[in-house]
């Protein structure tokens, strides 16, 4: 069969981890995407030399896996760093000078949460994504012609569109190399072509944005939305992210 009329791998989006179990996870690549904020810190973090990220899903699992490994313990629920844990969730937190060559443990209220959803699920592998590492991911994808699923984090289960917006650009970049039926990335793509020229200014508009800027976080987030400024690329073995880029 030649090169061009060889079938193409299936690309499907995700928007809420409340809808995953519909969804082929098995034999798929599954990017994990949290932009505000999680996928964007882990970026960030290796991409500034961390040695890996243990993602868990809950403070107990990260204080008991901080203490094992002498990793530095960070997580956040409802955008505030939780107690018993050093740091929160804000990529600025993580520049080389402080993260380089340490390991980072991580429990965020939605990101990390769909990780493991993912892992349990029996994905064949797990990548993480968000628009400060959009090349590396996209470049990723069209080499491996395997079934992708765009796993949208959201926010407690419910939809959010600062992670359907990055699902749609890995989908304007990799559409070509893959067979799309599938409604959701339709939508995903066509709203990040319809606001990709004006992004910043329609985050301020998400509620997400108003949620987070109640604590300050508005440079955080301006951050989450620019390309290509953490070209790591997190990929999960052995039990903890490391960057495969």
Not at 63 to 80: Q, V
Not at 83 to 103: A, C, D, H, Q, V
Not at 116 to 126: D, N, Q, S, V, Y
Request: glycine share 6%.
């Amino acid at each position: 069969m030649s090169k061009d009329k060889q079938v193409k791998p299936s690309l499907h989006t995700v928007l809420t981890p409340q809808l995953l179990d519909l969804y082929e996870v098995k034999d798929s690549i599954v990017v994990i995407i949290d932009v505000f904020r999680a996928t964007s810190t882990m970026a960030t973090a290796l991409y500034n030399g961390a040695t890996k990220i243990i993602p868990v899903d809950s403070p107990e699992a990260c204080i008991e896996i901080g203490n094992a490994t002498g990793g530095i313990t960070a997580g956040e629920r409802d955008g505030k760093i939780i107690p018993g844990l050093s740091y929160g969730n804000s990529p600025s937190e993580y520049p080389r000078s402080f993260i380089e060559n340490k390991t980072l443990v991580i429990t965020t209220t939605n990101g990390t949460k769909l990780l493991h959803m993912a892992l349990r699920m029996g994905a064949k592998e797990i990548i993480t994504g968000s628009f400060p590492n959009l090349s590396n991911v996209v470049n990723y994808l069209k080499k491996q012609n395997a079934p992708v699923i765009l796993g949208c984090s959201g926010w407690k289960n419910r939809f959010n569109i600062e992670d359907t917006l990055f699902a749609g650009a890995v989908i304007e970049a990799i559409k070509d190399q893959f067979t799309i039926h599938c409604d959701s990335s339709y939508m995903a793509n066509q709203l990040y072509m319809q606001h990709r020229n004006n992004m910043t200014d329609y985050i301020k508009t998400l509620t997400h944005w108003h949620r987070l800027a109640a604590y300050g976080l508005e440079s955080d987030m301006l951050y989450c939305v620019s390309q290509d400024t953490a070209p790591s690329l997190p990929i999960f073995k052995d039990g903890a992210l490391i960057n495969g880029a």
